[in-house]
């Protein structure tokens, strides 16, 4: 290769992706099609429970999720701030006032959770919680006007909802 040979014009190469080859280089990459489930569904318990036991026995796990828990949603939790507006453009203060203070009302402990035992804030800081742990969360919403609001909010184990799906396709008078 001599200095010329940079300013020669070079072959079009077609464009393709490296993973694709095949040949000493990639034969240990795993190459079957299938899904994130399907590769997780088999370790899913024991490693849902190797990062639990991480987060209460190594002090770093625990500092991570502390501070998450603490940064990113705060004592209070992340409130709301309504920012309506008229159909002049301005802000409609007395609407946004109200909007304000009823999620206030709601979020406080005994009137946004199903058990009544936590406020909002509290839900925030248990759902980043367990995200952070092991790695998903389910909060599933429960409508009824029978409460203030119309509405309350649950937190569900992820092993008590693949738990609950298994039980429901192998029973079938088991119901979601």
Same mark, same amino acid.
């Given at each position: 290769m001599g200095l010329l040979d940079r300013f020669r014009k070079k072959k079009p190469q077609k464009r393709d992706y490296a993973g694709i080859n095949n040949g000493r280089?990639? =034969?240990?990459?795993? #190459?079957?099609t299938r899904s994130s489930d399907a590769e997780l569904k088999p370790a899913l318990r024991i490693l849902r429970n190797r990062l639990r036991e991480l987060a209460r026995n190594d002090e770093y796990a625990r500092r991570y999720i502390s501070l998450l828990r603490n940064g990113a949603v705060g004592p209070h939790g992340?409130?709301?701030q309504c920012k309506a507006r008229n =159909?002049? $453009?301005?802000?409609d203060g007395p609407g946004?006032?109200?909007? /304000?203070n009823a999620w206030k009302a709601w979020g406080k402990r005994g009137s946004c959770t199903v058990d009544g035992r936590l406020s909002f804030g509290d839900a925030q800081r248990l759902?980043? /919680?367990t995200l952070a742990?092991? $790695?998903e969360v389910l909060v599933r919403p429960i409508r009824s006007a029978v409460w203030v609001l119309g509405v309350?909010?649950?937190?569900? #184990?992820?092993?008590?909802?693949t738990l609950q799906r298994q039980l429901t396709a192998t029973h079938s008078w088991l119901t979601r």
């Open positions: 280089l990639f =034969a240990d990459f795993a #190459s079957m992340i409130p709301v =159909a002049d $453009g301005s802000l946004n006032r109200i909007i /304000e759902v980043i /919680e742990r092991d $790695g309350l909010i649950q937190g569900l #184990s992820a092993a008590q909802a």
